[in-house]
């Protein structure tokens, strides 16, 4: 399966939440200049992700062709400034999306200078983003709201082989009131559920939650069913 409705909420295999009664599509944690942080740092990274974010954007633009697209937290990664790259990729992005349809940002813990960069291209920068009775907000704060969808957590499962191997898929957490997204990012690494416990998780959201209860939907070529937390804590 490559799409589960939970609720009026569509998870789906393309790294996205669709809310079809409002036509809304959602991501999150794109984390755009990362390459650059690392070549800073030291580390020989090709800039890749760029071109992959365009094309994971375009296959959910064209799946779902929503009226608006929100954009959950972490669009850019430095913390402390707007690097060159990251400000040419970002404006470079939101023309690309701008171009299919309307967008906002809700920030997160990486948008700090966020504003700065989206005032250039007319993108509205908010701190949630309120749809009915569900509330979108990062996750890296505690907003409240009957139901909530965020990001931050960058959520994967480690999976291993007979002969030992290990294979590591982001994933979707759907709790009772909550739904947690993977990253769309292909370079920003998470929790690993399968092995944290309650005080691991980064989000305060999570940390308050029974999160062994929630229901796993992993991503590979398509949306895989894991059963809860809990459940494949027990045999991980």
């Not at 009226?67 to 972490?74: A, E, M, Q, R, T």
């Not at 990486?110 to 005032?119: C, E, Q, R």
């Not at 292909?186 to 305060?204: F, H, W």
Request: net charge negative; proline share 3%.
């Amino acid at each position: 399966m490559h799409e589960v409705e939970i609720d009026g909420i569509v998870i789906s295999s393309l790294y996205a939440v669709y809310l079809p009664e409002h036509e809304i599509a959602i991501i999150s944690d794109l984390h755009i200049g990362y390459e650059g942080v690392l070549q800073r740092e030291g580390v020989m990274m090709p800039k890749y992700q760029k071109e992959i974010l365009k094309k994971r954007i375009k296959r959910i633009i064209d799946r779902y062709e929503p009226s608006l697209l929100v954009i959950n937290g972490d669009f850019k990664h430095e913390f402390g400034k707007n690097l060159r790259q990251e400000w040419n990729e970002v404006m470079e992005l939101l023309e690309f999306i701008k171009n299919q349809t309307n967008v906002v940002l809700v920030r997160g813990n990486h948008d700090n200078f966020l504003k700065t960069i989206a005032s250039k291209a007319g993108v509205r920068v908010v701190e949630s983003f309120d749809v009915g009775d569900i509330k979108i907000f990062h996750g890296h704060k505690d907003m409240g709201g009957k139901r909530r969808i965020i990001g931050h957590e960058h959520p994967s499962i480690s999976l291993r082989d007979k002969v030992g191997a290990v294979v590591k898929l982001p994933c979707f957490l759907v709790g009772e009131t909550i739904v947690v997204m993977p990253a769309i990012s292909p370079l920003a690494t998470g929790t690993d559920v399968t092995n944290a416990t309650k005080d691991e998780y980064l989000s305060p959201v999570l940390q308050k939650e029974d999160v062994d209860s929630f229901e796993i939907y992993a991503i590979a070529d398509e949306l895989l069913y894991f059963s809860t937390v809990g459940k494949l804590k027990k045999v991980a």
